[in-house]
C-alpha cells in the first residue's frame, strides 16, 4: 500500500531531477504541449507501491504488468497517470472536458507505424523547403555565402503617433544578446539599427557605423513613449488601432561553413534583401485563398483579454504573414496524407508547433533562443518579438537541430516521444552520471505486435466531465488524477489558441472537434469571465469525487495531486473528499514543477505538491492523528527532513503547502464521522475552515516551526542536492 511503502526521499529526488529536463525522463510529454505535467516518476511510484510487494527503490527499475488492475483518471489532462498506468499493463479510463486535452492525450497512446511517420515527415519537409525554403535563408556577413539560415527574426512593435503621425519604434531596451552564450554584448544602435558587440553593457560607448552613443535601455515603458519625432508622449496599448505593427530589426542566423571557426552566435542587421523576402512571403500569402488558417474572434476571458488590449480581436492577428503562409501551406500538404493515423500525427505536430510560429514568442537575450508564447502560462505581449524558422535547421555541425521552434525540432521530439512508447526506459544516477536503463517488457499504447503475438490493453478515453461517467460500482482498483486547482491558469483559453488550428485539419470521428472553443461552462476552474467561484468549484470537485468513489472497490485508493499558495483553495478539497465518504490516510509531499521555471523562479510559489491519498476504509499510522499545532508541526518537520533527504532545497513557500496538507488531512479526519453531506457548499466550507482555524492554522504551526524556517528562503532560485537517506518504518495503526 502506498502509505506504508511509498519512499519519499527516493521519489523526491527523481520527481526533481525529472522535472529539470521532463523530456529527458519522460519523452512522451513531447507529443505536444500541455501544462503543469506532475512528473511521472511519482505515479510510477504511486502504483508500484500500492499494487507491488518488496522495496520501491528496488521495484521501480524492474518490469512489471498489472494486467487485470483498472485505473481512472477523472481529470486526464496531459495524461501522466494513465501514460504510467498503461505502461505498467493497466486497463484506463480517462475523462477530460476539454477537446485538446483529450486529443493530447488520444496522441500520446495511440500507435503509430514510426517508419511510415518518418518518411512522411521527410516528405512534408522537403516539400516546404522547396515552396517557402528561400524565405528563412540569408546572407553571411563572414563568408559571404547566400544559403546560411536564418534562426531567428527580431521585431519591435511599432507605434504611429497621435501628434505628428509618423511611425517609431517601441524599444524597451537595446541589448539584443548578453555576454553568456556569446563572446560579448550585442546592441542595437537606437540610430541607425547597427548591431555593435561591446565588452561593457554598462558603458558601451559609440556605434561603430554612425557614432552615436550607444544605450541600453529603451524610450519604451510603464506604457508611454515619447515619439522621436515631435516629442509628443504617447501612450499603449491602443486596442482602438488594432493589433500591434512590428518593425524587422535584427537577424540571428547560422552558417554551417563559417561555424567550425567561429566562436558564438551570428547576428546582423536585416539587410534590403531581407526585408524583400519577407515582402515576397506577404504577397504569397495575400495571393492564397486560406482554407485552414483560423478566422475565429478571441472571445473574452481571464486571460485573453490581455490580448483584447492589445487590439488582437482574431487569432490569425498573432502571426505574420510569412508564418501564415507557412502554416497554410504545411496545412494543405498534410491534409494529402490518405492515412488518417499519418494526418492526425503531423495535425498533431503543427498545433504543438504554432507555440513558436506567432508574433507573442519573444527572444531570451541570456539563453538566445525563441520563448514559446507559453512559456509564462499566458498570453505575454512584449514590445520585441521573436520569429523562429518555420522549416528549422536540421544536421548543424554537431548532428542536431539549431535553433528551436520549427518543424524539424517538432518531428525530432515526437520522433523520440514514440519511440519511447515501444520501448521505455528509466534514468538511474551513479554519482555523477545518469545511465539509462532500458525497462523490457513495459510499453505504452493499446496494442502491439511482437514476434511472439499480438497483445492488447483496455483504453477508454472520453472527451466529457467524468460526472457523466457510467462506471459500474466497485469495478475500479484506483483513481489517480491531478486536479484542477482553484483559480489556475486557464488552460482552456490557452489552449483554443491551438484548438482553432486544429479542429479543421484532424481527422476525428467521435465529435470532439464540434465545438468552437475548448471553453466549457462547467469546468472546474475559478474564472472571473464566466462568474465561477469557490462554490462552483467545490460542487463540481465533489460531485466527480463521488463519481468516483463508488466506482472504486472497498478500500481502493483515491489519490490525487494538489498545492496552493492560499488555503481558502484546499477546502473544496476537503469537502469532495467528505461528500465521496472516503478519509485521507495519507499526506506525501512530492516535487512536481520546476523551480527554474519562468512563472516560479523568483516568488514565493511552491513546488511542492501535496499527494493526498483517501479510502473509503483502512488504517492510518496512529502518529499521524494529532491534534495540536505543536504536533501538527513534528510531522510537517518530518517531511521536511525526508524532503532534505530527496535533495530537494526548500522554501518557506514549499513548507507552507506541507503544512496544509496535514491540516487538511487532519480536518477530513476530524469531520468525517459528523459530516452532513446535505448541507450546502458554503456551510461545508466554512466548517472545513473552522476546523482548520481549531487545528491552529498556518500561523498556528509556524510558530513551532520558528528554528526550521532559519535561513530558509522566500524565494526559489536554484536546486541544491545533498545526501540521500533511506525512509521507511511500521508503525501502530488505527482503523477507519
Not at 504617447?234 to 486596442?239: F, L
Not at 485508493?557 to 484546499?570: C, D, G, K, R
Not at 501538527?632 to 524532503?643: F, H, M, P, S, Y
Not at 516551526?705 to 536554484?718: N, V
Request: hydrophobic share 35%; net charge positive.
Amino acid at each position: 500500500m502506498i502509505e506504508r511503502n511509498f519512499d519519499i526521499p527516493f521519489i523526491a529526488d527523481l520527481a526533481l531531477r525529472e522535472k529539470q529536463i521532463q523530456q529527458n525522463y519522460r519523452p512522451i510529454i513531447a507529443v505536444h504541449k500541455w501544462f503543469a505535467r506532475r512528473p511521472g516518476t511519482l505515479f510510477r511510484g504511486l502504483l508500484l507501491s500500492e499494487f507491488i510487494k518488496g522495496s520501491l527503490r528496488d521495484n521501480f527499475y524492474k518490469a512489471h504488468n498489472l494486467k487485470g488492475i483498472k485505473v481512472a483518471d477523472p481529470f486526464m489532462g496531459g495524461g501522466t497517470p494513465l501514460i504510467e498506468a498503461n505502461r505498467l499493463g493497466c486497463d484506463i479510463v480517462g475523462y477530460d472536458i476539454n477537446p485538446m486535452a483529450y486529443w493530447i492525450v488520444r496522441q500520446e497512446i495511440e500507435s503509430i507505424d514510426l517508419k511510415a511517420y518518418r518518411e512522411a515527415a521527410a516528405d512534408l519537409l522537403s516539400w516546404l523547403e522547396k515552396k517557402i525554403g528561400a524565405f528563412y535563408k540569408t546572407i553571411c556577413m563572414k563568408c559571404g555565402s547566400p544559403d546560411a539560415h536564418v534562426k531567428y527574426f527580431i521585431w519591435v512593435k511599432t507605434l504611429k503617433c497621435s501628434g505628428c503621425r509618423e511611425t517609431f519604434d517601441l524599444f524597451p531596451g537595446y541589448l539584443l544578446a548578453a555576454n553568456r552564450r556569446h563572446p560579448k554584448n550585442v546592441l542595437i544602435c537606437s540610430a541607425c539599427g547597427y548591431l555593435n558587440e561591446v565588452e561593457n553593457k554598462k558603458n558601451p560607448g559609440i556605434c561603430h557605423t554612425c557614432g552615436v552613443l550607444l544605450k541600453t535601455n529603451g524610450p519604451a515603458s510603464r506604457n508611454q513613449c515619447q515619439c522621436p519625432h515631435c516629442g509628443r508622449v504617447n501612450t499603449y496599448p491602443d486596442p482602438s488601432k488594432g493589433a500591434p505593427r512590428h518593425r524587422m530589426v535584427a537577424i540571428e542566423y547560422y552558417c554551417p561553413a563559417c561555424k567550425p571557426n567561429h566562436r558564438g552566435r551570428f547576428f546582423k542587421k536585416p539587410a534590403e534583401e531581407d526585408l524583400a523576402k519577407y515582402k515576397e512571403a506577404s504577397v504569397a500569402s495575400a495571393q492564397l485563398s486560406p482554407i485552414y488558417v483560423p478566422d475565429d474572434e478571441i472571445p473574452p476571458g481571464d486571460e485573453t483579454d490581455r490580448l483584447h488590449r492589445w487590439g488582437y480581436r482574431r487569432y490569425r492577428e498573432m502571426f505574420n504573414d510569412r508564418q501564415l503562409l507557412g502554416l497554410e501551406l504545411s496545412c494543405r500538404a498534410i491534409a494529402g496524407y490518405p492515412d488518417a493515423r499519418i494526418r492526425n500525427a503531423l495535425a498533431t505536430n503543427l498545433s504543438d508547433l504554432l507555440r513558436y510560429q506567432n508574433m507573442l514568442c519573444r527572444y531570451d537575450t541570456t539563453a538566445l533562443k525563441s520563448l514559446d508564447i507559453f512559456s509564462v502560462h499566458g498570453f505575454p505581449v512584449g514590445l520585441i518579438q521573436c520569429e523562429s524558422n518555420l522549416l528549422g535547421i536540421a544536421d548543424g555541425y554537431k548532428g542536431l537541430n539549431v535553433g528551436s521552434g520549427g518543424w524539424s525540432n517538432i518531428i525530432s521530439k515526437y520522433e523520440r516521444a514514440k519511440a519511447y512508447c515501444e520501448n521505455p526506459f528509466e534514468i538511474r544516477h551513479q554519482g555523477s552520471r545518469k545511465v539509462q536503463l532500458p525497462i523490457k517488457g513495459e510499453w505504452i499504447g493499446e496494442h502491439r505486435f511482437t514476434s511472439a503475438f499480438p497483445e492488447k490493453r483496455k483504453v477508454g478515453l472520453y472527451c466529457c466531465s467524468s460526472t457523466f461517467s457510467d462506471l459500474p460500482p466497485a469495478s475500479l482498483d484506483a483513481v489517480l488524477t491531478d486536479p484542477p486547482y482553484y483559480a489556475n491558469v486557464q488552460y482552456a483559453e490557452l489552449m483554443d489558441f491551438c484548438y482553432v488550428w486544429l479542429r479543421r485539419l484532424a481527422q476525428d470521428a467521435g465529435g470532439v472537434f464540434n465545438k468552437c472553443s475548448t471553453r466549457d461552462e462547467n469546468e472546474l476552474t475559478g474564472n472571473v469571465t464566466m462568474e465561477r467561484g469557490l462554490t462552483h468549484f467545490t460542487e463540481g470537485l465533489a460531485s466527480v469525487f463521488k463519481k468516483m468513489a463508488c466506482a472504486l472497490k472497498p478500500g481502493a485508493p483515491l489519490v490525487f495531486t494538489y498545492h496552493h499558495n492560499s488555503i481558502e483553495a484546499y477546502l473544496p478539497v476537503a469537502v469532495a473528499v467528505l461528500d465521496a465518504g472516503l478519509t485521507c490516510s495519507a499526506s506525501i509531499p512530492c516535487p512536481a514543477e520546476m523551480g527554474a521555471s519562468i512563472h516560479i523562479n523568483g516568488t514565493g510559489s511552491s513546488v511542492i505538491d501535496t499527494v493526498f491519498v483517501c479510502r473509503s476504509t483502512g488504517s492510518v499510522p496512529r502518529r499521524t492523528i494529532v491534534f495540536t499545532p505543536e504536533e501538527i508541526a513534528g510531522l510537517v518537520r518530518e517531511d521536511l527532513r525526508l524532503l532534505r533527504a530527496g535533495n530537494v532545497k526548500l522554501t518557506r513557500g514549499d513548507i507552507r503547502c506541507v503544512a496544509y496538507g496535514h491540516l487538511v488531512r487532519l480536518a477530513i479526519w476530524h469531520l468525517r464521522k459528523i459530516w452532513d453531506v446535505e448541507r450546502s457548499a458554503s456551510e461545508k466550507l466554512k466548517q472545513v475552515a473552522l476546523t482548520i482555524d481549531t487545528l491552529g492554522g498556518w500561523s498556528g504551526i509556524e510558530k513551532h516551526l520558528a528554528g526550521d524556517m532559519t535561513d530558509i528562503p522566500f524565494c526559489r532560485t536554484c536546486l541544491a542536492r545533498e545526501e540521500q537517506r533511506y525512509y521507511g518504518g511500521e508503525e501502530d495503526e488505527i482503523s477507519f
